[in-house]
């Protein structure tokens, strides 16, 4: 079973990021879900499409997934650093992010 | 995604959408659609990003209510159809015929229908996710999960009644479920094999549903476990009819505990848990406490033989089912009691018959000539009593160990009857004193250092029952003076350790006057032997034991006397103090009262400002007497050996012994001796086994004017021969001791009442009747337990000697002057 998944951008951009970092979006955690006995295609191929997201944004959203991977963990006493974006993608990253819950 | 980025520099770009915009109506349609294959387990065909995405277009659009409504639709659809389509038809045919593989039949289609909808919700759930966090929050509805279980309960199972979602007639399954899963319970306590895994599968969606009119219970508990209760109650109540009628108490209460523990793996392997206590509680009224009563009774072999029969484990089981229900606990309680009682007033039957049938009250008044074998007799049964008393305890100890898991109401229970049973016996105190007396002497040498201590703790035990705890004191320093002055105890182990259990049961108090004798038996061995130490002694020419005893911690021997005990050997010596006393027994012969007087000034030496008081009660001696010619080595008591000593006097006086004859009259003018210990010890040396003396005329009663000669032809196959005295042994009383022994303890009583009358008054200063009466019985109770009326006695008494008064305002309240 892989341990990375793909996900590729309505604009055909794809980034092939770990799942444990990818599961950090609830969403894309229950696309590659199958406690529950049934898998959607999405966990079969271990491939994600967002037509509605564009390859800038979706870069964003895999820095912002790994930075949360890094900071967020459990315990870390790290001093978490500001997360870097241009201010122009701020409105598409806030939708990316309602899509993507996290 | 946190967005707090306020870097400078370029514009915001508009989100803008890459696909084209469709009708939400065509996007739901294609929802609808996803949910129908996941039915159909074709999620693998199915992107989750896409149908996520058009939930997500859907509420972005507003149309957040035509989703979910109509995702409630396509859900009742879906679960009506399967109904008609899967079950319908399996209900119908358990409905028609019942049997154990139709019901399996329906329920397994109604659990397999859940099961397949609880999955298919859960995948339903995590495509609507964005649904459930923006619209049904904001409209405050049920989540999609939550709608999806409505969804089933009230198509599938329970139509609400004006629904018209119920549609097509149809009333719903719950009846149906609920019926076959009864049928099923029913079937499989007939014996029948049921498949245990549908009934919880059914079970547990039972319990996941909600009610819809209480939210809090499961359906489980409004629709299946109220009939199941009352089934089982129906059911368990016939049963448990059939069964008094045709088991014995140990078979019932053997299938109870069985029931009990079947319908508890019942609950455990398919039920609620929530059951559990409340189908016990159903078993338990209907098996346990409806028959609580009866089951104890049943005439062939109901509690009483079982008892009797000692069945361990069937007392057990018995006491298992009736334990935790408080009535038939009580119910068990009172019956053993009960027998507890029987059994044991049938040992003090036992003791009190051969009495009463001797006709011993019209004899009355010569009660202290019963021969000294009756009195043996009675001594042997009254030790009987105590070691019987003791065996049953013993057995029920046994009892409350193996068969009543050692709870803590059956002790109370046990020991409440004994204690019951024992004070009923109103010699109690003195016949376990007689009993320890008894053991101490003579029964140690053949037990193993355990029983010994086995023996004295149940001794300990049954003192602790004793209400008249001042009674058994009052015997226990008799006996023990008797013990220790004439040394007949067999283990001085065995004595110190039996007084520390009794100061462990009542403290130091209760044993200063027995540690205190041990403590004078002490003394006086040691001053033994310092005396033989001295050339005084040396001079005296016979061996002399003086036990000196302090006269408070001694029980008064004979009347107003201080006791001192004097036992010599080789030639027997009673010493007397003789102070020109009118009263103070005589010794007759010169070396004796040397011996007595050496002793004293002895003692005196040491001991300046004491008194001594010579005590020949106790006594014994041993004397060798020569009868025409031969020799015995005699072991008479130190009476015996002055009366004796007359006769010896006039011999060497006078050299005509055979001559020498006595009146009785005669002998107590020269000894002193009273007349009724005088008789006695006339009697057992004139009448006796062994005639010492002759005696005219030859009967048993001695009267003043009998006369005694020294019986030259005495003649016996032993050299050494013991003279019994009756006073010496530890016997039975006899009515007229016993009356002396309750009015010795009536006045201890009066003492220790008004002293601790005194004691409460002088804390308290001011004290009301009622209040003072309660509290000295309180403080008294653990010696006995005084009457109100002694304590209104001895307040008056004290009222007398004004060291109380009666206040001016209230007549009913005390104070005490100081």
């Known amino acids: 079973m892989s341990t990375t998944v793909k996900l590729i951008s309505g604009d055909g951009f794809t980034f092939v990021i770990e799942k444990n970092v990818a599961e950090h979006s609830p969403t894309i955690k229950n696309m590659l879900d199958v406690s529950h006995g049934g898998a959607f295609t999405e966990a079969l191929t271990n491939e994600i499409k967002f037509p509605e997201i564009k390859g800038k944004v979706l870069e964003k959203v895999c820095q912002y997934l790994y930075y949360k991977h890094r900071y967020a963990a459990e315990g870390s006493t790290d001093r978490v650093p500001e997360f870097q974006f241009d201010l122009e993608l701020s409105l598409e990253l806030l939708m990316a992010a309602d899509y993507l819950d996290c | 995604m946190p967005l707090a980025n306020k870097r400078p520099g370029g514009r915001i770009l508009p989100a803008r959408r890459l696909t084209p915009q469709v009708e939400p109506q065509q996007q739901f349609e294609k929802l609808a659609q996803a949910i129908n294959e996941i039915y159909k387990h074709n999620v693998s065909q199915l992107s989750f990003e896409e149908y996520y995405r058009t939930a997500y277009n859907l509420v972005l659009s507003k149309s957040g209510s035509l989703l979910y409504n109509g995702v409630r639709t396509v859900l009742e659809t879906h679960m009506r159809e399967s109904v008609e389509r899967g079950i319908l038809h399996l209900a119908q045919a358990a409905d028609a015929d019942p049997t154990t593989e139709n019901n399996e039949a329906f329920l397994f289609s109604v659990r397999l229908l859940w099961s397949e909808h609880v999955t298919a919700m859960l995948m339903i759930k995590d495509i ?47 009846a149906r479920v609920v019926k076959a899963v009864l049928r099923q319970i029913s079937g499989e306590r007939n014996g029948e094999e049921v498949n245990r895994s549908t009934l919880q599968g059914i079970s547990n969606m039972l319990v996941e549903l909600r009610d819809a ?13 109220p009939q199941l209760l009352s089934e089982s109650r129906t059911y368990y109540h016939d049963l448990a009819e059939q069964r008094i009628k045709s088991l014995d108490a140990p078979e019932y209460a053997r299938k109870a505990q069985a029931d009990l523990d079947a319908e508890a793996d019942r609950v455990q392997a398919y039920l609620a848990s929530t059951t559990d206590r409340l189908l016990r509680g159903v078993l338990q009224d209907e098996l346990v406490t409806a028959y609580a009563p009866d089951i104890l009774v049943i005439p062939n072999d109901g509690l009483t033989q ?62 202290s000539e019963v021969s000294s074998l009756g009195v043996a007799a009675k001594t042997v049964m009254a030790l009987r009593w105590v070691q019987d008393i003791l065996a049953l305890y013993d057995v029920y100890d046994e009892f409350f160990h193996k068969s009543f898991n050692e709870g803590a109401s059956m002790r109370s229970a046990i020991n409440d009857a004994f204690i019951e049973v024992i004070n009923a016996n109103n010699r109690a105190p003195e016949l376990l004193s007689l009993f320890m007396d008894d053991n101490l002497k003579n029964g140690l040498k053949r037990r193993a250092e355990q029983d010994v201590d086995h023996l004295l703790e149940r001794s300990v035990l049954m ?36 007084v520390s259990k009794l100061k462990v049961e009542c403290g130091s108090q209760f044993t200063l006057k027995l540690e205190g004798m041990f403590k004078d038996m002490q003394l006086s061995a040691d001053m033994a032997r310092d005396l033989r130490a001295t050339s005084e002694y040396a001079a005296l020419g016979l061996d002399l034991n003086v036990s000196v005893l302090t006269p408070t911690f001694w029980p008064t021997l004979a009347p107003a006397q201080q006791p001192v005990s004097i036992t010599s050997e080789s030639s027997k010596n009673n010493g007397d103090c003789d102070d020109g006393d009118p009263t103070a027994i005589v010794l007759p012969h010169g070396t004796l009262r040397e011996s007595a007087d050496a002793f004293s000034a002895y003692y005196l030496k040491f001991h300046s400002g004491r008194r001594l008081t010579w005590q020949y009660a106790m006594g014994n001696a041993d004397l060798k007497v020569n009868f025409g010619g031969r020799t015995y ?6 009476y015996q050996m002055i009366i004796l000593l007359l006769f010896t006097d006039t011999e060497s006086a006078e050299a005509e012994a055979e001559a020498k004859i006595l009146t009785a009259a005669e002998i107590q003018q ?29 009967s048993r009663e001695v009267s003043p004017t009998d006369t005694f000669s020294f019986n030259m032809e005495f003649k016996s196959p032993q050299y050494r021969i013991r003279i019994p005295v009756v006073s010496a042994k530890n016997n039975v009383e006899t009515e007229k001791e016993k009356a002396a022994s309750q009015a010795i303890i009536g ?66 309240v005390y104070n005490y002057l100081a």
């Not at chain 2, 008892?307 to 119910?331: E, F, H, K, T």
């Not at chain 2, 001796?673 to 005329?697: D, F, H």
């Open chain 2, 747 to 812: 006045q201890e009583r009066m003492y220790l009442i008004e002293a601790t009358i005194v004691r409460i008054m002088k804390t308290r200063k001011q004290m009301a009747h009622e209040a003072l009466v309660n509290e000295t019985i309180t403080q008294l109770s653990s010696r006995f337990l005084p009457a109100s009326k002694m304590i209104k006695d001895c307040v008056g008494k004290l009222l007398d000697r004004e060291y109380l008064q009666r206040s001016p305002e209230d007549p009913r």
């Open chain 2, 670 to 698: 020269k000894t002193h001796i009273p007349e009724e210990p005088l008789s006695r010890q006339l009697q057992s040396l004139a009448c006796g086994k062994y005639r010492v003396l002759n005696k005219t005329p030859r």
């Open chain 2, 213 to 225: 009119a209480s939210p809090t219970r499961a359906v489980f508990e409004v629709i299946l476990e």
């Open chain 2, 463 to 498: 003192f602790r029952f004793l209400k008249n705890k001042d009674a058994f004191e009052h015997y226990y320093k008799v006996h023990l003076a008797r013990r220790l002055l004439s040394a007949r105890s067999e283990s001085d182990d065995a004595e110190q350790s039996l």
């Open chain 2, 128 to 174: 609507l996710m964005y649904v459930d966090n923006v619209y049904v929050k904001t409209a405050h509805l049920p989540s999609i999960y939550e709608m999806g279980m409505c969804v089933f309960r009230d198509t599938v199972l329970l139509p609400p009644p004006l629904s018209s979602s119920a549609g097509n007639g149809s009333s719903g399954l719950s």
């Open chain 2, 633 to 638: 080595e005699l072991n008479v008591s130190t």
């Open chain 2, 306 to 367: 079982m008892l009797d029969r000692r069945d361990i484990p069937a007392l057990g089981v018995l006491y298992n089912i009736y334990a935790p229900l408080s009535q038939p606990l009580g119910v068990l309680r009172t019956g053993v009691m009960n027998h507890i009682r029987l059994q044991g007033g049938q040992i003090t039957a036992a003791l009190l018959a051969p009495g009463s049938s001797g006709g011993e009250v019209k004899k009355a008044e010569a009660a």
